[in-house]
């Protein structure tokens, strides 16, 4: 079974800048996580789909953060423009829903602003 | 308001037994999740505890008590490549069942 992919792994930016981070969930998987893992700290959830809806974005700072999953399997997280807090490492995690309640989760990309 | 509390730092020798704590205090509760994490890469699933008790699975258990908001993982015969960061993570109630996350315990194993 193929885990969750993303990409890129790596991205060095300057702030004000933008970016984007692509996310494949495990096939099947209805739920699909953005989290934002600074160094030293635990995941910190920043929108999470339920296929094409969002469930809970409440975390995600939307004046500069966007994300997407149009068709329920693909997503995309952008960053518009980027300041230097923003550099740490963006993991996509996915799972089925209902009774298997484990998140899977992808390698992330690891972000620097400078 | 919603809080994990687990200690930042713990060292043990190759062969020993160590036990990693985890108090939790949230609004709803629906099963408490341990991930690890080596340095450079992402979590991956260890356990899930949603009743009190001792789930064991190999090398590694994990404990819960619903009415101490308490849980421990325990981790028996170390390894060096069990050097990593253990979270815990408690999935809360609603319908979009968010986990909690803790900041994490960083493991060295020593020789």
């Known amino acids: 079974e193929a885990g969750v992919a993303q990409s890129p792994r790596y991205k060095i930016i300057e702030k004000r800048q933008s970016v984007a981070f692509w996310c494949n969930p495990i096939?099947?998987?209805?739920?699909l996580y953005w989290y934002q893992q600074i160094l030293g700290q635990g995941p910190k959830l920043l929108i999470q789909?339920?296929?094409?809806?969002?469930?809970?974005d409440s975390q995600l700072p939307k004046d500069r953060f966007s994300a997407e999953r149009l068709k329920g399997v693909d997503s995309t997280l952008k960053i518009q423009p980027a300041k230097l807090e923003d550099s740490a490492v963006y993991l996509c995690?996915?799972?089925?829903?209902?009774?298997?309640?484990?998140?899977?989760f992808g390698p992330g990309t690891r972000l620097t602003v400078t | 308001g919603q809080n994990i509390d687990q200690p930042t730092e713990m060292t043990a020798t190759e062969g020993a037994i160590v036990q990693i704590n985890c108090t939790y205090q949230?609004?709803?509760?629906?099963?408490l999740f341990w991930y690890q994490q080596h340095a450079g890469e992402a979590p991956t699933f260890l356990s899930y505890?949603?009743l009190d008790g001792l789930e064991e699975k190999g090398r590694f258990s994990s404990f819960l008590s619903r009415s101490k908001g308490y849980s421990y993982l325990l981790l028996k015969e170390l390894q060096m490549k069990d050097s990593a960061s253990y979270l815990c993570?408690?999935?809360?109630?609603?319908?979009?069942?968010?986990?909690?996350w803790g900041l994490g315990t960083s493991l060295a194993v020593n020789p």
């Open positions: 993570a408690v999935r809360g109630a609603g319908n979009n069942r968010k986990l909690i």
């Open positions: 096939s099947g998987h209805a739920t």
């Open positions: 995690a996915s799972s089925l829903p209902g009774a298997h309640p484990e998140q899977y």
């Open positions: 789909f339920q296929n094409n809806g969002v469930v809970d």
């Open positions: 505890n949603v």
């Open positions: 949230t609004s709803g509760f629906n099963g």
